[in-house]
């Protein structure tokens, strides 16, 4: 052997060693040397048997101690060990003649195992040496070595099998890990922008309503206690907004998107030039555009300082537009974490956003959708 599979190991000495399974499998693999040993005592006697005894011996110790290296990681043992293994079983050959293969069948076994593109080769070097070799030598006075040739083929064989369907076990668990990962990953996210596309909107309109409140009262405590009040039912609201969007269940309308953001340029002293009702709209869209009013009047409240705000929708457009200066410290292209949250929305619907500064001064965010329904020209 040449060199180890880095793609498979260490990973391949985990799942040779670790487990109850690999365990029994590597625990099997010792009735070979037995075999090899009874060999020994039909074959030779006296000193040579104790020397082939030793050999066995020698070859079991050192396969105990390459699977102890591979259940510790201590990659740098298997090969030292393996060409050991090797020459044992070159030693054991004047002993035990062709049963000398079994520990042969050990180590390409452990060779399908651990080095798998190696495998064929391996296994047919082996099986062929296990057929040819004892009739190859005529003081053994055996034919070929069929069984031991079959014992080597079909053993190794399995065990690289097993190895296989190991790694892909482990690769089907770390898939699995690996979606459990990304969609924990993308709910994180969804909570993220829900939170601030919901709770941005809810505590912008208190933060105003709260300012008006105060101006007003002194002069008007009736109007003062009334936005008050909208600012508890807001509060309220935002708590609604908090526990849906944990539970993943949203609710986003444009007629209520529209209605609360008239209220809130009201109270922020935008006049606001809204559309009265949604039905341009398709209900395909209108959640996703309810989506699009929140935030960009969101921003003009935040932002712009504007003194006039305007809503255009069309059955695959909404454009938001206002006058205001500080909408230039949104940046060029508005690179803020709600526009971002917001492309995301219309790019999983197919759509695009478009969102810059107008000349002279202002601000204007434009969302697109493909229709879904087109109609071929000429038609009405």
């Not at 974490?337 to 956003?353: D, F, I, P, S, W």
Request: net charge positive; charged share 20%.
């Amino acid at each position: 052997m040449t060199d180890l599979d880095r793609e498979h190991t260490p990973a391949s000495a985990h799942r040779w060693a670790g487990g109850w399974r690999r365990i029994l499998l590597g625990t099997g693999m010792l009735v070979f040397p037995a075999l090899t040993a009874v060999a020994v005592s039909a074959d030779v006697v006296g000193s040579a048997a104790v020397a082939g005894y030793a050999v066995v011996i020698a070859f079991c110790l050192c396969y105990v101690l390459l699977a102890l290296a591979l259940g510790t990681g201590r990659r740098s043992f298997v090969k030292p060990l393996l060409a050991v293994m090797t020459a044992l079983f070159l030693a054991s050959l004047p002993f035990a003649h062709a049963d000398a293969f079994y520990l042969a069948t050990v180590v390409v076994s452990v060779v399908a195992v651990l080095c798998r593109r190696h495998t064929l080769p391996a296994v047919a070097a082996g099986t062929l040496a296990a057929l040819l070799v004892p009739w190859a030598v005529p003081a053994w006075h055996t034919g070929p070595g069929g069984f031991q040739a079959l014992a080597l083929l079909f053993t190794s064989l399995t065990c690289g099998a097993f190895a296989e369907i190991a790694a892909t076990n482990q690769a089907l668990v770390a898939a699995r890990a690996e979606v459990a990962r990304l969609a924990s990953e993308a709910e994180r996210n969804r909570i993220a922008r829900d939170l601030h596309d919901l709770l941005g909107h809810s505590l912008t309109a208190i933060t105003v309503k709260s300012r008006l409140a105060q101006r007003l009262a002194a002069k008007d405590p009736d109007q003062a206690v009334a936005e008050m009040t909208a600012v508890e039912s807001l509060s309220r609201q935002a708590l609604a907004d908090v526990r849906a969007a944990v539970t993943g269940y949203r609710e986003v309308t444009l007629a209520g998107e529209l209605a609360r953001g008239r209220e809130l340029l009201r109270a922020a002293g935008v006049v606001a030039d809204l559309p009265k009702a949604a039905d341009a709209v398709g209900p395909e869209h209108r959640e996703l555009f309810g989506w699009v009013v929140r935030e960009g009047l969101t921003n003009v409240v935040r932002h712009a300082r504007a003194t006039r705000c305007s809503v255009l929708l069309t059955a695959t457009s909404v454009e938001i537009r206002d006058d205001g200066p500080g909408s230039a410290g949104l940046g060029p292209v508005g690179t803020g974490k709600g526009l971002t949250g917001l492309r995301e929305r219309v790019a999983a619907a197919g759509g695009t956003v478009e969102a810059g500064p107008l000349d002279p001064r202002g601000w204007r965010l434009l969302v697109t959708v493909r229709d879904p329904d087109p109609r071929p020209e000429g038609t009405t």
